[in-house]
Nanobody, 118 residues
Framework: QVKLVESGGGLVQAGDSLRLSCAAS????????MGWFRQVPGKERELVGN????????EVADSVKGRFTISRDNIKNMVYLQINNLKPEDTAVYYC???????????WGQGTQVTVSS
């Protein structure tokens, strides 16, 4: 059974940087596309970006392009979300998720809260 555990969230100030981590266990990590999502109360979960099986291709949402970077380490079974120049509107719970082909997301972590103060 796949387990995803996010970490690295916290309370930061606008302009700071954070690196979120997601540790995967219980499956063959390199066989999955990995995604990062975020959600604020009352809104739908938003895909902020994803990375292919070997880390050669990443996609990020236009709304965060230039500030968010996704990477992965298939030896450590980790995926990362680097967030630079944080803004108050980045405040959300951030989730990592796993997908065979990047279309439907099969497994989810419990999320990590990021709060950005102005």
């Amino acid at each position: 059974q796949v387990k995803l555990v996010e970490s690295g969230g916290g309370l930061v100030q606008a302009g700071d940087s954070l690196r979120l981590s997601c540790a995967a266990s219980g499956g063959t990590f390199s066989r999955y596309v990995m995604g990062w999502f975020r959600q604020v109360p009352g809104k739908e979960r938003e895909l902020v970006g994803n990375i292919d099986w070997v880390g050669s291709r990443t996609e990020v949402a236009d709304s965060v392009k230039g500030r968010f970077t996704i990477s992965r380490d298939n030896i450590k079974n980790m995926v990362y979300l680097q967030i630079n120049n944080l803004k108050p509107e980045d405040t959300a719970v951030y989730y990592c998720a796993q997908s065979k082909y990047g279309k439907t997301w099969d497994s989810w972590g419990q999320g990590t809260q990021v709060t950005v103060s102005s």
